[in-house]
């Protein structure tokens, strides 16, 4: 099992800037990979970024350049550094940790730009 608790989030206007943070505790050593969704209302939840156990990472295009996943190994945290925010990211940000078969998601955290 493993437990995510998410910190970050809230309004910001277009351009801000803001930084998400995902804190795993539990059986942490056998997740291969942590990521981040996203799902604004009446849309499906939307891939986001994410990062491997030995460091790679891939963002989806529509946040490629803007946006940015990094990881503190010592803290067992993932974080994902928004930047040149839209109104379009608007959602509810989700992190989460691959351990197969399993994935475990974080409580989820809004996040809303305004124009």
């Known amino acids: 099992q493993v437990q995510l608790v998410q910190s970050g989030g809230g309004l910001v206007q277009a351009g801000g800037s803001l930084r998400l943070s995902c804190a795993a505790s539990?059986?942490?050593?056998?997740?291969?990979?942590m990521g981040w969704y996203r799902q604004a209302p009446g849309n499906e939840r939307e891939w986001v970024a994410r990062?491997?156990?030995?460091?790679?990472?891939t963002h989806a295009d529509s946040v490629k350049g803007r946006f940015t996943i990094s990881r503190d190994n010592a803290k067992n945290t993932v974080y994902l550094q928004m930047n040149s925010l839209k109104p379009e990211d608007t959602a509810v940000y989700y992190c989460?940790?691959?351990?197969?078969?399993?994935?475990?998601w974080g409580q989820g955290t809004q996040v809303t730009v305004s124009s």
């Open positions: 539990g059986s942490f050593s056998r997740v291969i990979a």
């Open positions: 989460l940790a691959v351990q197969p078969p399993y994935t475990f």
């Open positions: 990062i491997t156990d030995s460091g790679t990472t």
